[in-house]
């Protein structure tokens, strides 16, 4: 039997399906498995075990579309849903299985608040789509996997605080006010990670302890940035693709959530039997909370209240917690 997985985009939401890739893999005697995605999204999969070919689209759907018929796949296991993974559905006319976005649901949840959200992780929700093929989830959570080539970046040898300080809108993001504070009351080493965007937020935090800070935005790809979330002692981190590596890693994770929430059924997933210690730090009693399924440029209302109020002190109780 040979699937072909879509899923385009993006970091978090990659990791988010490797679930249905395992499992698939490991239930279904002699399945060929392949991936089609991004092409800027490459690294986030290229080194998975269980997948044995990857497809990746850039610009030109129609020369992936023709690409891909060559293969004559049994069905497309289609875990983006969207008019782009609908065209190559068509174009192929193979049997699909899809999993459940419940976009109406959300929709509901974000513009309304009115929560009609099915209790299940969008993880098993991707593995459940595999149900007709006789496949189940084996409770053993997220995967990312590094390339052997990746050296791993050495900073502080007796552990460290990883804080995640980049998220792909605004309003996901603590203030760098809220960060500062966070960095100057955590009394252990700290290693900032993030992208090129987050450089001048990280270089002004690391002058808040230059001796206990490093700044690694920008300078390190995502394999070495994931890396050095793998030997952190705790991940603090927003509502950003790096924490559910972090989950994948089974690190001690503080999820920090604003424009979404864990009601749009992405909460960090660690393995059932998993001994990692996850705390959602969450503002209570907002009625505008989740506003978005992926965060916004600027609140709303006006009063991003869902960030500013964050419970800074009880954040910080649980990086001690969790440290020790």
């Given at each position: 039997m040979r699937l072909l997985f879509i899923r385009f985009s993006a970091i978090g939401d990659i990791v988010l399906a ?55 796949f049994d069905y497309i296991i289609d875990l983006h849903k969207n008019l782009r993974s609908l065209r190559i559905r ?235």
């Amino acid at each position: 039997m040979r699937l072909l997985f879509i899923r385009f985009s993006a970091i978090g939401d990659i990791v988010l399906a490797s679930p249905a890739l395992r499992c698939a893999k490991q239930q279904i005697p002699g399945v060929e498995i392949h991936f089609l995605t991004k092409k800027s999204m490459k690294a986030v999969s290229e080194a998975n075990p269980y997948v044995d070919q990857f497809h990746y689209f850039d610009k030109d759907l129609a020369s992936t579309i023709q690409e891909l018929k060559a293969y004559k796949f049994d069905y497309i296991i289609d875990l983006h849903k969207n008019l782009r993974s609908l065209r190559i559905r068509l174009a192929l006319g193979v049997p699909y299985l899809s999993y459940n976005k419940l976009s109406v649901e959300k929709f509901l949840l974000t513009k309304f608040h009115v929560n009609n959200m099915a209790d299940r992780h969008i993880s098993l929700r991707s593995v459940d789509a595999l149900a007709p093929l006789g496949v189940v989830y084996d409770g053993k959570g997220l995967d990312y996997f590094v390339p052997s080539e990746v050296k791993e970046p050495t900073f502080f040898p007796v552990g460290y605080v990883a804080l995640v300080i980049g998220a792909s809108y605004a309003t996901k993001k603590l203030p760098i006010e809220s960060l500062q504070t966070l960095c100057a009351q955590i009394p252990h080493p700290i290693v900032l990670v993030g992208g090129k965007e987050e450089k001048e937020d990280g270089d002004a935090l690391a002058l808040v302890d230059p001796s206990r800070i490093v700044n690694t935005c920008g300078t390190y790809s995502l394999h070495e940035s994931a890396l050095m979330v793998a030997k952190a002692r705790v991940v603090i981190s927003h509502d950003t693709g790096m924490l559910y590596i972090a989950c994948a890693f089974e690190k001690n994770v503080i999820a920090i959530w604003g424009a979404t929430s864990p009601a749009l059924q992405v909460e960090p997933l660690m393995p059932v039997d998993s001994k990692a210690q996850v705390f959602q730090s969450i503002v209570p009693d907002l009625s505008c909370q989740p506003c978005s399924n992926f965060g916004t440029k600027t609140c709303p209302k006006g009063h991003f209240a869902c960030m500013k109020k964050q419970d800074l002190p009880e954040i910080l109780r649980q990086v001690e917690k969790m440290w020790n």
